[in-house]
């Protein structure tokens, strides 16, 4: 829960048995406006969701999807458009609940990492499905781009 400041100024830090909750507020005190989130005032900042990093899986060999669009200057969506039509990854699963997995042909441009276990998964891995996998792709990649 939050407090405006003005009411936490007129808390006592310790309440003794009598006067727990029998004592009453001064009205007059509430006169100044709330302080406005972000505002200068503000004693403690926003907290906002960081920037996804760079090199967000901290592989400096290899780009994630995101990371090869950012690097392109293009989106998500190109680079999966352009390496599906390359043949160099595929979707498995059915709707939203799926995944990308690198083909035959994938697997010389990049690997398949789970960065929850922080692993490499080969290509006859049983758990390449199960897991967490994402396939990551060298800098040959970029010849396709």
Do not use: C
């Amino acid at each position: 829960m939050k407090w405006y400041q003005t009411v936490l100024d007129l808390l006592s830090p310790t309440i003794s048995g009598d006067e727990s909750t029998n004592s009453l507020i001064d009205q007059e005190t509430h006169h100044t406006d709330p302080v406005e989130i972000g505002s200068d005032a503000d004693v403690e900042p926003v907290h906002r969701k960081q920037k996804r990093k760079r090199n967000r899986y901290e592989l400096d060999d290899y780009f994630s999807l995101v990371e090869l669009g950012e690097f392109i200057g293009r989106s998500r969506q190109y680079v999966v458009e352009v390496l599906e039509k390359h043949r160099i990854i595929r979707w498995t699963g059915q709707g939203k609940r799926g995944k990308y997995l690198l083909t035959d042909q994938g697997w010389q441009y990049g690997l398949m990492y789970d960065p929850s276990e922080i692993t490499f998964h080969n290509h006859s891995s049983k758990r390449l499905t199960t897991s967490n996998a994402q396939p990551v792709l060298g800098y040959d990649i970029l010849n396709f781009f």
